[in-house]
């Protein structure tokens, strides 16, 4: 029988304190996981920044403790200022957090509250719990994999991977973590060094000072890497992913989704479609933006595309992206641009046939899921290392343009190579089958859903 947070505490619902890291990547599937133990009977308690705050009117049922963050405005999307945000960040509301979780323990009775869910990337509210003698586990929102290179870390670059010196080193295998080359691996370049290993040392350290790492993973995907993580942490590795498929419409997208597009699939031909959408990050520059544009209206391929606000390096996070003059013209009929879709239920939609993705790990995940093949064009982090796994392991996609400049004669290849070639085909029934084991693991007694009892038991335990 499933464990439920009322069973054995006379009926009285006890506490889950989460604390989601201020991005879209990592809210959603915090929010998931919120979804997940509110409905085994756990009552849940949302700490947040005011950067990025939750919509607290969308969520009636859970409460909101805003921790003030000090900081002005939001970081540019260039991937070093992200970074900095994030240690900033965790400075930044150390002291406030620590008031605002010593009131709410007053508040609730010690013993109701079960343990702090922080994000890997949040250490320094992991330590303000320990402090204060509260549990806490860690959710780390990225692959099983991902989190292995983060604590083979310091011995890749003892052994000479890392920092990359010169652009040759990039394609070097990584003995240690198969099938990563070094450019598979979260890296900056020298000047940025420093920086990616005090986040990964960071987020390691959050994990090993808790009592438990959650991962939006499943068996069927990431067997042999979890099975590594389990070997070389001391603490319980709970694989209960694909979190969205447990916790459907969980309501934690921060910009307006366009409900409108869904209509538009409707009444196209099925797995006609690609879907375009480069995450909530990601940043192109303008010639790339005019390369893909020009790309997708020559392949023919019916579309439809996210073109966020701020998609353009160097520009303001609301400032509209300009597609080239013309490209409307040349595509009327056959495609649509938004700036946010419903992208779980238009990666679900029969009509999508492929996904251009940058591969954050949450898309990455929903696609697989969804059983749609995957066009990869990973941008920084974590990504290149999930469209390797994309492209080598899994065998559902392929990256286009090897990370160099795009080329609309490149990108049009690319399309229908994936959308209409025999090999894009190959890689559809592939990612049919991994759909189906995913939908096992998700399923009665599948082993997402048996660690998502077992961790429930285990907070329930702390
Ligand atoms: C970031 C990093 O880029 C990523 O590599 C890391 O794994 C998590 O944090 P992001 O770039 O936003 O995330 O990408 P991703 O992880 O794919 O998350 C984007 C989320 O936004 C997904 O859940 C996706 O469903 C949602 N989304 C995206 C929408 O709801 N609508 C859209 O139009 C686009």
Request: proline residues 6%; contains cysteine.
């Amino acid at each position: 029988a499933a464990a439920t947070a009322s069973a054995g505490h006379g009926g009285r619902r006890r506490h889950v304190l989460l604390f989601p890291l201020p991005y879209q990547g990592h809210i959603n599937p915090m929010f998931r996981l919120a979804g997940v133990l509110h409905a085994r009977g756990c009552a849940v308690t949302v700490f947040h920044t005011r950067f990025n705050g939750p919509d607290a009117a969308r969520h009636p049922e859970y409460r909101f403790v805003p921790v003030p963050d000090g900081m002005s405005g939001a970081p540019s999307v260039a991937i070093d200022s992200v970074v900095k945000h994030i240690l900033a960040l965790n400075d930044a509301c150390e002291a406030a957090f620590r008031e605002r979780l010593a009131a709410v323990l007053a508040e609730y009775s010690r013993d109701a509250v079960t343990c702090l869910v922080a994000d890997a990337h949040l250490l320094r509210m992991v330590e303000v719990a320990r402090r204060l003698a509260v549990p806490t586990l860690v959710l780390r929102t990225g692959s099983a994999a991902c989190f292995a290179g983060f604590v083979a870390y310091p011995l890749l670059c003892d052994k000479g991977y890392l920092p990359v010196q010169e652009s040759s080193e990039l394609d070097r295998p990584v003995r240690e973590l198969p099938p990563y080359r070094v450019r598979d691996l979260m890296h900056m370049g020298s000047d940025g060094h420093e920086l990616v290993c005090e986040l990964l040392a960071r987020a390691v350290a959050a994990v090993k000072l808790s009592s438990g790492l959650i991962l939006n993973t499943f068996d069927a995907l990431e067997a042999p890497e979890l099975a590594k993580l389990r070997r070389d942490l001391a603490v319980p590795v709970f694989d209960i992913g694909p979190l969205h498929k447990f916790s459907p419409a969980a309501g934690g997208s921060l910009l307006r989704e366009n409900r409108s597009c869904l209509e538009w699939l409707d009444v196209q031909a099925p797995e006609s479609v690609l879907y375009v959408s480069f995450g909530s990050l990601a940043c192109m520059g303008g010639r790339e933006l005019d390369e893909t544009a020009w790309g997708i209206a020559g392949s023919g391929v019916p579309f439809l595309w996210v073109v966020r606000p701020g998609l353009v390096c160097g520009r303001a996070p609301d400032e509209p992206a300009r597609l080239p003059e013309g490209f409307e013209a040349a595509t009327r009929g056959r495609g649509v641009v938004v700036e946010w879709a419903p992208q779980e239920e238009v990666l679900r939609h029969r009509a999508v046939g492929g996904f251009w993705t940058h591969n954050g790990w949450n898309s990455t995940a929903e696609s697989v899921c969804e059983g749609v093949p995957m066009l990869c064009r990973p941008h920084f982090g974590d990504q290149m290392g999930n469209a390797r796994y994309v492209e080598h392991v899994w065998k559902v996609g392929f990256e286009v343009g090897d990370g160099g400049e795009l080329e609309r004669g490149t990108v049009e290849a690319a399309i229908r190579r994936l959308m209409t070639g025999s090999d894009g085909a190959e890689m559809r029934t592939r990612a049919r089958e991994l759909k189906m084991a995913a939908a096992e693991c998700t399923g009665n007694a599948g082993s997402s859903e048996l660690a998502i009892v077992r961790m429930v038991t285990h907070i329930l335990s702390l």
